[in-house]
Protein backbone atom coordinates (compact mmCIF):
# COMPACT_ATOMS: atom_id res chain seq x y z
CA UNK A 1 0.00 0.00 0.00
CA UNK A 2 1.67 3.44 -1.02
CA UNK A 3 1.28 5.92 1.64
CA UNK A 4 2.53 9.42 1.66
CA UNK A 5 2.42 11.41 4.51
CA UNK A 6 3.15 14.76 4.98
CA UNK A 7 4.38 16.80 8.21
CA UNK A 8 5.62 20.16 9.37
CA UNK A 9 3.04 22.48 8.44
CA UNK A 10 1.62 25.00 11.38
CA UNK A 11 0.90 28.75 12.14
CA UNK A 12 3.80 31.20 11.31
CA UNK A 13 4.16 35.00 11.80
CA UNK A 14 4.85 36.49 7.95
CA UNK A 15 8.77 36.35 6.40
CA UNK A 16 8.67 33.41 9.15
CA UNK A 17 10.43 30.01 7.50
CA UNK A 18 9.05 26.60 7.76
CA UNK A 19 10.01 23.05 6.46
CA UNK A 20 7.86 20.48 5.44
CA UNK A 21 8.75 17.13 5.17
CA UNK A 22 6.87 14.15 3.52
CA UNK A 23 7.42 10.70 4.02
CA UNK A 24 7.01 7.87 1.51
CA UNK A 25 6.46 4.13 1.80
CA UNK A 26 5.17 1.21 -0.62
CA UNK A 27 7.16 2.48 -2.74
CA UNK A 28 10.59 2.51 -4.59
CA UNK A 29 11.39 6.05 -4.06
CA UNK A 30 14.33 7.01 -5.96
CA UNK A 31 12.31 5.93 -8.76
CA UNK A 32 9.74 8.77 -8.52
CA UNK A 33 9.42 12.81 -9.53
CA UNK A 34 8.12 14.46 -6.52
CA UNK A 35 6.76 16.88 -6.00
CA UNK A 36 4.53 19.98 -3.86
CA UNK A 37 1.53 21.36 -4.29
CA UNK A 38 -1.18 23.72 -2.62
CA UNK A 39 -4.58 24.37 -2.28
CA UNK A 40 -5.94 27.59 -0.67
CA UNK A 41 -9.95 27.59 0.02
CA UNK A 42 -12.02 28.24 -3.08
CA UNK A 43 -8.66 27.72 -5.46
CA UNK A 44 -7.22 25.10 -7.75
CA UNK A 45 -4.60 22.90 -6.63
CA UNK A 46 -1.43 24.74 -7.71
CA UNK A 47 1.93 23.66 -8.67
CA UNK A 48 4.80 24.69 -5.96
CA UNK A 49 7.98 22.62 -6.49
CA UNK A 50 9.43 19.42 -7.66
CA UNK A 51 12.53 17.63 -7.98
CA UNK A 52 13.81 14.80 -10.21
CA UNK A 53 14.52 11.10 -9.23
CA UNK A 54 18.38 12.15 -8.58
CA UNK A 55 18.17 15.71 -7.14
CA UNK A 56 19.71 16.86 -10.04
CA UNK A 57 17.14 19.17 -11.62
CA UNK A 58 14.07 21.12 -9.68
CA UNK A 59 11.09 23.59 -10.82
CA UNK A 60 9.11 26.35 -9.02
CA UNK A 61 6.50 28.08 -9.52
CA UNK A 62 7.11 31.55 -9.48
CA UNK A 63 5.32 32.85 -7.29
CA UNK A 64 8.29 30.85 -4.91
CA UNK A 65 11.55 30.97 -6.50
CA UNK A 66 14.02 32.50 -4.44
CA UNK A 67 12.04 31.72 -1.19
CA UNK A 68 11.60 27.95 -1.45
CA UNK A 69 13.68 24.85 -1.72
CA UNK A 70 12.58 21.59 -2.60
CA UNK A 71 15.23 18.41 -1.66
CA UNK A 72 14.87 15.22 -1.23
CA UNK A 73 16.70 12.50 0.03
CA UNK A 74 16.42 8.72 -1.04
CA UNK A 75 17.73 6.93 1.99
CA UNK A 76 15.04 8.16 3.94
CA UNK A 77 12.50 7.84 1.30
CA UNK A 78 11.40 11.47 2.02
CA UNK A 79 11.13 14.91 0.52
CA UNK A 80 11.32 18.06 1.71
CA UNK A 81 10.15 21.90 1.32
CA UNK A 82 12.27 24.03 3.15
CA UNK A 83 9.84 27.87 2.80
CA UNK A 84 11.39 31.22 3.25
CA UNK A 85 10.08 34.56 3.66
CA UNK A 86 6.41 33.20 3.94
CA UNK A 87 3.91 35.55 3.20
CA UNK A 88 -0.01 35.21 3.92
CA UNK A 89 -0.56 34.44 0.37
CA UNK A 90 1.50 31.14 0.72
CA UNK A 91 -1.26 29.90 3.63
CA UNK A 92 -2.84 26.30 1.88
CA UNK A 93 -2.93 22.86 2.43
CA UNK A 94 0.37 21.55 1.13
CA UNK A 95 0.53 18.32 -0.69
CA UNK A 96 3.39 15.87 -1.60
CA UNK A 97 2.75 14.02 -4.73
CA UNK A 98 4.71 11.39 -6.60
CA UNK A 99 5.32 11.18 -10.24
CA UNK A 100 6.13 6.96 -10.84
CA UNK A 101 9.09 6.46 -13.52
CA UNK A 102 8.47 10.33 -14.77
CA UNK A 103 11.50 11.97 -16.68
CA UNK A 104 10.95 15.60 -16.20
CA UNK A 105 9.06 17.80 -13.66
CA UNK A 106 5.63 18.21 -14.18
CA UNK A 107 3.53 21.18 -13.23
CA UNK A 108 0.02 19.79 -13.74
CA UNK A 109 -2.46 17.61 -10.97
CA UNK A 110 -2.76 14.95 -13.76
CA UNK A 111 0.98 14.43 -14.05
CA UNK A 112 0.93 12.50 -10.65
CA UNK A 113 0.08 9.47 -9.47
CA UNK A 114 0.19 9.48 -5.67
CA UNK A 115 -0.77 11.74 -3.20
CA UNK A 116 -0.24 12.76 0.46
CA UNK A 117 -3.73 13.99 2.92
CA UNK A 118 -1.94 17.69 3.18
CA UNK A 119 -0.40 20.13 5.78
CA UNK A 120 -1.70 22.96 6.90
CA UNK A 121 -0.01 26.15 6.45
CA UNK A 122 -1.05 29.34 7.48
CA UNK A 123 0.96 32.74 7.28
CA UNK A 124 -0.66 35.48 9.78
CA UNK A 125 -0.21 39.08 8.41
Known amino acids: QVQLVESGGGLVQTGGSLRLSCVVSGRTFSRDIMGWFRQAPGKEREFVAGITQNDDRTAYADSVKGRFIISRDNAKNRVYLQMNSLKPEDTAVYYC??????????????????WGQGTQVTVSS
Open 97 to 114: AADQFGVEVRTGVAGYDY
